[in-house]
């Protein structure tokens, strides 16, 4: 699902990997969640049906719910792919915060390394162990290509974030990782890790922007038969976007050059979106309500548009 929107005093478009953000005066940002679907920082060749309605849904839900704790960019949500919002100078770094070793922290852990992002981890861990104490692992913001980790002193030293924002990012991410731990546990899940990213008004305030404790930025655990799980070495039962990676790595591709993205018949198509769908209910305790997606584009620019009368 590709856009086209015809919106009066549209300044640009910026096309992301997963979506489409149109930037147009008074500092308004519009950001549509495509049903385009990424893994290991490669666009895969087939849309997923209902994923970009399930993403900008669970994201407008979360960014409502946290916004006692850190000021955000969303103003509205007039259609179920859509976010309207403040538009902000993003911070080039994701703040990343782990509570557990999984994902790339245990790939990092299991090739011997016991620092990630500067950070130390202890030795004598299994795979999907809770940490000692949650730690942030910021990544680099990558334009075309693979995110880079990169350390908080790095982040300073260069000159990426101040030492006075930084310190504040920290202190957001921290609390918003607290606050997704609970509102996950409600549901009977463990918040595993999860990334944040933050950008400045054109006033200088520091917001949360785009999604936040969606299946593409966190993962998640079933709490029951977790300890049960680990104690017997067998793999978590999670809700994630992992399980699409390790269906490519099981395919032999991990976006390394030279590997070819795997076929994605109709069958895999269709238990990807059902897997969605399955997390959306499970993370909100919410019956998912399909949106019509005939005339997708034109019902999107229909609903943009009487917003923006609004405004």
Same mark, same amino acid.
């Given at each position: 699902?590709?856009?086209?929107?015809?919106?009066?005093?549209?300044?640009?478009?910026?096309?992301?990997?997963?979506?489409?953000?149109?930037?147009?005066?008074?500092?308004?940002?519009?950001?549509?969640?495509?049903?385009?679907l990424s893994?290991?920082?490669?666009v895969?060749?087939?849309?997923?049906?209902y994923?970009?309605?399930?993403?900008?849904?669970?994201?407008?839900?979360?960014?409502?719910?946290?916004?006692d704790i850190v000021?955000?960019?969303?103003?509205?949500?007039?259609d179920p792919?859509v976010?309207?919002?403040?538009?902000?100078?993003?911070?080039?770094?994701?703040? *990343?915060?782990r509570g557990?070793?999984?994902g790339?922290?245990a790939?990092v852990?299991?090739?011997?390394?016991?620092?990630?992002?500067g950070?130390s981890?202890?030795?004598?861990m299994?795979?999907?162990?809770?940490?000692?104490?949650?730690?942030?692992?910021?990544?680099t913001?990558?334009?075309?290509?693979?995110?880079?980790?990169?350390?908080?002193?790095?982040?300073?030293?260069?000159?990426?974030?101040s030492?006075?924002?930084?310190?504040?990012l920290?202190?957001?991410?921290?609390?918003?990782?607290?606050?997704?731990?609970?509102?996950?546990?409600?549901?009977?899940?463990?918040? *595993?890790?999860?990334?944040?990213?933050?950008?400045?008004?054109?006033?200088?305030?520091?917001?949360?922007?785009?999604?936040?404790?969606?299946?593409?930025s966190?993962?998640?655990?079933?709490?029951?038969?977790y300890?049960?799980?680990?104690?017997?070495?067998k793999?978590?039962?999670?809700?994630?976007?992992?399980?699409?990676?390790?269906?490519?790595i099981s395919?032999?591709?991990?976006g390394l050059?030279g590997q070819?993205?795997?076929?994605?018949?109709?069958?895999?198509?269709?238990?990807?979106s059902?897997r969605?769908?399955?997390?959306?209910?499970?993370?909100?305790g919410?019956?998912?309500?399909?949106?019509?997606?005939?005339?997708?584009?034109?019902?999107?620019?229909?609903?943009?548009?009487?917003?923006?009368?609004?405004?």
């Amino acid at each position: 699902m590709d856009t086209d929107l015809h919106l009066t005093n549209m300044q640009s478009k910026y096309v992301g990997k997963v979506r489409e953000v149109y930037h147009i005066k008074d500092d308004i940002l519009i950001m549509v969640a495509t049903d385009r679907l990424s893994a290991f920082d490669v666009v895969l060749p087939k849309g997923i049906p209902y994923k970009g309605q399930i993403l900008n849904q669970l994201a407008t839900k979360m960014l409502r719910e946290t916004a006692d704790i850190v000021p955000n960019w969303l103003l509205s949500s007039p259609d179920p792919n859509v976010s309207i919002g403040k538009s902000c100078e993003s911070f080039k770094i994701e703040m *990343v915060i782990r509570g557990y070793l999984a994902g790339h922290a245990a790939r990092v852990y299991k090739s011997g390394s016991r620092k990630l992002c500067g950070e130390s981890l202890p030795e004598g861990m299994k795979e999907n162990d809770k940490l000692p104490t949650p730690i942030i692992t910021p990544a680099t913001k990558a334009e075309k290509g693979h995110d880079e980790d990169i350390s908080r002193e790095e982040i300073i030293n260069q000159g990426i974030v101040s030492e006075k924002d930084y310190i504040l990012l920290e202190k957001y991410t921290y609390k918003l990782y607290e606050r997704g731990t609970k509102i996950a546990k409600k549901q009977g899940l463990i918040l *595993v890790d999860t990334k944040y990213e933050f950008g400045k008004t054109n006033r200088g305030e520091i917001v949360l922007i785009d999604e936040i404790h969606t299946p593409d930025s966190s993962r998640y655990f079933y709490e029951s038969g977790y300890n049960e799980r680990q104690k017997h070495g067998k793999a978590q039962k999670q809700l994630s976007k992992e399980f699409v990676r390790q269906w490519l790595i099981s395919e032999g591709f991990q976006g390394l050059s030279g590997q070819n993205i795997p076929v994605m018949d109709d069958k895999i198509v269709t238990s990807i979106s059902e897997r969605y769908i399955e997390i959306y209910e499970k993370i909100t305790g919410q019956k998912f309500i399909k949106a019509p997606t005939n005339r997708i584009s034109e019902r999107i620019q229909n609903n943009i548009l009487s917003f923006l009368k609004t405004v």
